[in-house]
């Protein structure tokens, strides 16, 4: 049998990738491994509830935002509380500050270096040093944009990097006048630069056809909240699954009833779970989340720049759903543009500078689910706690996880149009790389796991030998 | 009045003044953690501790240890520093004292000394005991995992609101505070639900009801201004 091992790099964790071949030498299956386990799930029992965001926002340093609201929305379930209208919107502006960092570092330190240096280029080159290089407007642009994502959630939770800030029941602080007016001076550089990425970006869809087409390029399922109205929601509203057609499978979905309809498999060959539409079945009920969902499953944006940009996007596909993973690129880009619209509009509102922020309560529920949108897609936190809220059991589904199979089916996409021969080629490292970023996925966040992520293909024969390896040095 | 010296400086005291209270008078900086002014001294955490010069460098608990005509204490110097950051590690090792996630993370007299002693690593193993929350009580919550030891909170309690509540339990290694003998906090008959034991304690071990992660700020010279507004005998 001929293996192939490909280290993955540039993305957020550790993995591996098999490649096995039939009789013919022709890719017969491929796998995208997560090798590394954490056990957030299990240490976090004993913990109190009012712990929760601070400790589940540890699972990582890129994420640390989207684990903490989500935690502190599980925990106003638990507390049975409704957070003031002014910690309501706080935390959407910091929610949506956390889809602009992560966002501009996903597509300019991590992908846009494959995009724009090329596929084929030196490896020791691609990469954000060589954009500096290369184009050193672009390479500060995104290193700007990206500080003012941080900067909303540090004006916000004191610090760019885990601000213990939102907390059972609303969130510590309000933003403070002389804070917003700094976010204020910021906004017009950063919508510069989103609008010049997205052109920039639309400008070279026909040099990308052929990475388009094979990007993970196929039909499947797409989950996202939406608002009821259904409008991009990112931080509360119903689940809404769409198809490949654009049409809507299932609608009004209450989040916090999650394994109605989403079932999660475990593989013995990665520490990552598999979840799938429960209805459709394993592994048929595929479905992706994150940017290229989100866009897929609203009805519009909701602020004027967004939708134009969304009504270009939905052109690709002639208003059917977009399909090709390589686009989640283009997605995550229309929504830090949203973002930004709607960061402008939260700094006008009154409600921020409010000190009603917090709703105080005793523990009312013994389980709740938080629900929100993360950065690469829809994350879940589900707890159970004793009479004095203490947690008995924790069940995290993470953003990265809903994406699993679908990174799997890219990977085996790529290789079966990359792949020649019994080797695995540079060319053939870089795509297969490019397809499980294209996903942006956190792989620390989704097993809950640690390390740096070195990417490894291996190369199997119809006969199970190892003929080939790679990994990225 | 008694003669000493303290760091090469000679200072008078009052009969029955601790080492400790007369360096603070003279501007001398000596950390503690288990004392804690307004209740009994105790010595028990050994970060006092002091050398003095003149009993062949014995080393004493400056919090406990009256002061004697003639003594020459040194109370700082690269020997106790040492000294006191091993016992710092140890107290390190000896529980689950992550700072990242306590709710007392940046009010906290332990991780307030590992700062002003240069603690950077421990080097001895960590135990990791598993040792369960108590979360009973209706407005506090007791987690033995970032507990001490030092006994101000059984301190706390039996002299300033006497109650006897809180009480050791076990020994060496295996000691624990607990309270009414054992059994969870929140059915306890003795426990007056006062909160001095929550703002004697020096670290996260005894923190309010419904604090999240470095949301605990406490006020531990409450005690020392209850006592003193007492009428004394």
């Not at chain 1, 630069?193 to 040099?207: F, N, R, T, V």
């Not at chain 1, 593989?267 to 989100?294: D, I, N």
């Not at chain 1, 690129?329 to 939260?346: F, K, P, S, T, V």
Request: negative net charge.
């Amino acid at each position: 049998m001929r293996k192939l091992k490909i280290p993955v790099t540039r993305i957020e964790g550790h993995g591996l990738i098999t490649l096995s071949l039939d009789g013919e030498g022709r890719v017969a299956q491929a796998r995208f491994h997560v090798t590394e386990a954490r056990g957030f799930e299990r240490f976090c029992q004993g913990r109190t509830v009012w712990e929760m965001p601070a400790i589940t926002a540890r699972v990582c340093g890129i994420c640390p935002v989207s684990h903490l609201l989500c935690s502190a929305k599980a925990g106003d379930a638990i507390l049975a509380v409704r957070v003031p209208r002014a910690a309501d919107k706080l935390r959407r502006l910091m929610n949506l500050g956390q889809f602009v960092q992560s966002h501009a570092l996903s597509f300019f330190h991590l992908s846009s270096p494959d995009l724009l240096l090329g596929w084929d280029s030196d490896p020791a080159r691609r990469n954000v040093f060589g954009l500096m290089e290369e184009d050193p407007g672009l390479a500060l642009d995104g290193i700007r944009l990206r500080a003012y994502g941080q900067q909303v959630i540090e004006e916000l939770g004191g610090r760019r990097i885990h601000p213990a800030w939102a907390v059972p029941g609303g969130v510590r602080a309000p933003l403070q006048e002389a804070a917003r007016d700094r976010l204020a001076a910021g906004l017009p550089e950063a919508m510069r630069i989103i609008q010049d990425a997205i052109s920039l970006y639309e400008g070279h869809l026909d040099d990308w056809a052929e990475e388009i087409s094979a990007f993970g390029d196929f039909d499947s399922l797409f989950m996202a909240l939406v608002a009821p109205d259904g409008t991009w929601e990112h931080y509360s509203g119903h689940i809404r699954f769409v198809d490949s057609d654009r049409n809507v499978v299932a609608d009004g979905l209450d989040p916090a009833r999650y394994p109605d309809y989403i079932g999660e498999q475990v593989e013995g060959w990665s520490y990552l779970k598999f979840p799938y539409h429960r209805e459709t079945g394993y592994p048929e009920g595929l479905y992706r989340v994150g940017p290229l969902a989100r866009l897929n499953c609203c009805d519009r944006m909701g602020t004027p720049l967004a939708d134009e940009a969304l009504r270009r996007f939905r052109a690709l596909a002639d208003g059917k759903a977009v399909t090709s993973s390589f686009h989640y690129h283009y997605a995550r880009l229309i929504e830090i543009l949203a973002a930004l619209e709607r960061i402008n509009g939260y700094l006008s509102d009154p409600d921020l500078l409010s000190d009603r922020v917090r709703a105080e309560a005793g523990i009312n529920e013994l389980e709740g689910v938080g629900v929100h949108e993360a950065p690469r897609g829809t994350l879940f936190h589900h707890y159970r706690v004793d009479e004095h809220g203490v947690i008995s059991w924790v069940n995290l589904i993470v953003s990265t996880g809903h994406n699993n199979l679908a990174m799997n089916r890219t990977v085996h996409q790529i290789a079966q149009h990359y792949l020649s021969g019994r080797e695995v080629t540079e060319g053939l490292l870089n795509r297969l790389e490019g397809g499980i970023r294209a996903y942006d996925p956190c792989l620390s966040c989704s097993v809950h796991a640690v390390g740096r992520l070195p990417l490894r293909v291996e190369l199997y024969d119809a006969a199970g030998r190892l003929i080939s390896e790679r990994t990225r040095a | 009045m008694i003669h000493l010296e303290i760091d090469g400086r000679e200072v008078t005291a009052r009969p029955g003044q601790t080492i400790l209270e007369v360096a603070e008078e003279a501007g001398v900086r000596i950390p503690t953690l288990c004392y804690l002014s307004g209740l009994s001294p105790r010595g028990s955490c050994r970060i006092c501790l002091v050398e003095v010069a003149n009993w062949n460098g014995k080393l004493v608990p400056a919090c406990a240890t009256p002061v004697q005509e003639g003594m020459r204490v040194v109370a700082t110097s690269p020997r106790l520093t040492e000294l006191r950051r091993r016992v710092l590690e140890l107290l390190f090792a000896e529980r689950n004292h992550i700072c990242a996630i306590c709710v007392s993370n940046g009010h906290c007299e332990l991780q307030d000394l590992a700062c002003e002693l240069g603690l950077e690593a421990v080097r001895v193993p960590y135990r990791f005991p598993g040792l369960t929350l108590d979360a009973s009580h209706g407005k506090f919550v007791y987690d033995p995992n970032r507990c001490v030891l030092c006994g101000r909170c059984v301190r706390a309690c039996s002299e300033v609101e006497g109650a006897m509540t809180w009480g050791f339990s076990g020994r060496g290694i295996h000691t624990t505070v607990e309270p009414d003998l054992g059994g969870p906090w929140g059915s306890s008959e003795t426990c007056t639900e006062c909160g001095k034991c929550v703002q004697a304690c020096p670290v996260g071990a005894l923190v309010e009801r419904g604090k999240a992660t470095a949301e605990q700020e406490k006020e531990p010279q409450l005690l020392a201004q209850i006592t003193e507004r007492r009428p004394r005998a």
